[in-house]
């Protein structure tokens, strides 16, 4: 499943607050992050060897494309265009704003 930590893409689900057709909110929160810098921060430490936690580099600065919005609508467990897979070591850490789709 693909999510903006707090902002969850779910298409389905009545709990939507940031989806596909209404981006207008994470456009604000994108430009107070540009201008003030991250107002949370997320971190992965792995405890085993582990390839599970896909990015997609530079999603934190842009809204998603018209593909992107249809593949989660179609299905949330398929890679999206441009996304990479982390791979983290045991003891290994991450750090990511939650406006990166992850």
Do not use: C, F
């Not at 896909?54 to 467990?77: C, F, K, M």
């Amino acid at each position: 499943m693909w999510s903006r930590t707090s902002l969850v893409v779910y298409v389905a689900e009545a709990t939507t607050l940031i989806g596909p057709g209404e981006p207008a909110p994470l456009r604000g929160m994108i430009s107070n992050m540009e201008h003030h810098g991250p107002s949370y921060l997320q971190w992965n430490i792995a405890l085993y060897d582990d390839n599970v936690l896909w990015i997609v580099p530079g999603s934190h600065r842009q809204t998603n494309t018209d593909q992107v919005n249809h593949q989660l609508a179609e299905d949330l467990s398929v890679p999206l265009p441009g996304s990479i897979p982390v791979e983290l070591k045991a003891g290994d850490g991450v750090v990511y704003t939650h406006l990166l789709l992850h």
